[in-house]
């Protein structure tokens, strides 16, 4: 159990470290108000100021209930009533439930995906959304089956238009790491850009458990995605005995977010 624990405090740390990494500068307070939210299941107060506030509190419901894919639907149908939450995202925090599951298959998680939501009719506001999500999704996995450029699976009309669909695309066209995956989002070519970045960083990060070494990154970020995630981490797992974390642990200055 141990082990599972800590490879989960791993995942946590690249995934907050991603966001922070990915989010506009001086976001780490939000981001920290946000999941201080989720964690403590007060989503009714929530106030959602754009997408890339729903994409965050998106990935953080999908991180810290993983291992309850129904309670991961439950809370994204909730937010429904509140936001523009809608099929789009659940897909992203199913795809990182998953992933802190250790159970997202790059090849076969749209499949996966499609089968399980085409069984359920209610996932969405309107029908015809669902069923647009899903073609999205399956046209993404046929680019990735072929190959295609980042252009051709966006050309206009004919190529993906959803945030999901396109940061499925990045993902699952170099699921082995997460630079090339920042790399390739930081040139998308359509309007919903910041929200690709964050969604298929966060899936990559959650999937891979790091995101590499950035060589020219700012530090205090980095420093505050490892103490989010551990935060985190410690909530989840219900241990707050500094005793059974690491000693390199213990030493760093944890902050108090999530207490």
């Known amino acids: 159990m141990l082990l599972i624990q800590r490879s989960l405090k791993i995942q946590f740390r690249a995934i907050w470290t991603n966001i922070l990494l990915t989010t506009p500068p001086n976001y780490a307070d939000r981001l920290e108000l946000l999941t201080k939210l989720v964690v403590?299941?007060?989503?009714?107060?929530?106030?959602?100021?754009?997408?890339?506030?729903?994409?965050?509190?998106?990935?953080?419901?999908?991180?810290?209930w993983h291992q309850d894919l129904q309670e991961v639907r439950s809370r994204i149908l909730a937010l429904q009533s509140q936001s523009n939450a809608d099929i789009q995202e659940l897909v992203l925090a199913y795809a990182i439930a998953l992933a802190?599951?250790?159970?997202l298959h790059p090849r076969s998680f749209i499949s996966q995906i499609c089968h399980d939501f085409n069984n359920r009719k209610l996932l969405s506001r309107d029908p015809v959304d669902q069923d647009s999500c899903l073609r999205q999704l399956q046209l993404a996995q046929k680019f990735v089956e072929q190959g295609a450029s980042m252009i051709t699976s966006h050309i206009s009309n004919s190529g993906l238009s959803q945030a999901i669909a396109s940061s499925?695309?990045?993902?699952?066209?170099?699921?082995?790491?997460?630079?090339?995956?920042?790399?390739?989002?930081?040139?998308?070519?359509?309007?919903?850009?910041?929200?690709?970045?964050?969604?298929?960083?966060?899936?990559?990060?959650a999937y891979l458990g790091e995101i590499g070494t950035p060589e020219q990154q700012n530090q205090e970020l980095l420093t505050r995605?490892?103490?989010?995630?551990?935060?985190?981490?410690?909530?989840?797992?219900?241990?707050?005995?500094?005793?059974?974390?690491?000693?390199?642990?213990?030493?760093?200055?944890?902050?108090?977010?999530?207490?």
């Open 225 to 259: 995605g490892v103490i989010f995630g551990d935060q985190l981490w410690a909530k989840w797992a219900g241990v707050f005995n500094s005793d059974l974390l690491p000693i390199d642990d213990r030493l760093q200055p944890h902050s108090q977010f999530l207490s």
């Open 168 to 205: 499925l695309y990045y993902f699952l066209s170099t699921p082995h790491c997460w630079h090339i995956v920042n790399q390739r989002t930081q040139r998308h070519p359509l309007i919903n850009h910041p929200q690709v970045i964050i969604q298929s960083g966060a899936i990559a990060s």
């Open 40 to 64: 403590n299941d007060s989503l009714n107060n929530l106030e959602i100021a754009n997408e890339i506030d729903l994409t965050i509190v998106v990935i953080v419901i999908g991180a810290y």
């Open 100 to 103: 802190c599951r250790d159970d």
